[in-house]
C-alpha cells in the first residue's frame, strides 16, 4: 500500500525507515537526519531484505517526483508492505526550516 504524508506534518516515528531517492551527490549537499540514501536507480528486490514488513518505509526525494515512483517501484517487489512518500521532499524541508545535515 502506497499513501501520502506531507512532510511538514511528518511526526518521526522512532526507528523510523527513511530513504532518500536523490542521487548521491544531491544527498551529500544536504539530507534530512535519519535518512538513508537509496538512489532510485539502486533500489532493487534486494533493498528490502533487512527490513521488517510490519515496518513501515517513508520515501523522500527532492522536490516530490522521485518518491512516488520509488514507491511504485518498491510496491511492485513487495505489494505487502507499507510505502509513505513524503510529500514535497527536500524543497519542503527546507522551506520549513527543518535541520539538514551536509
Known sequence: MIRKQEITTFDFPKDAVIWDVRDVQSYREGHLQGTVNLPIDD????????????QPIYVLCGGGSKAPRAAEKLENYDSRREYVVLMG????????????QH
Request: hydrophobic letters at 45%; a neutral charge.
Open 43 to 54: 533500489i532493487n528486490e534486494q533493498s528490502l531484505t533487512n527490513i521488517s514488513v510490519d
Open 89 to 100: 521532499g527536500m524543497r519542503a524541508v527546507r522551506a520549513a526550516n527543518m535541520p539538514i
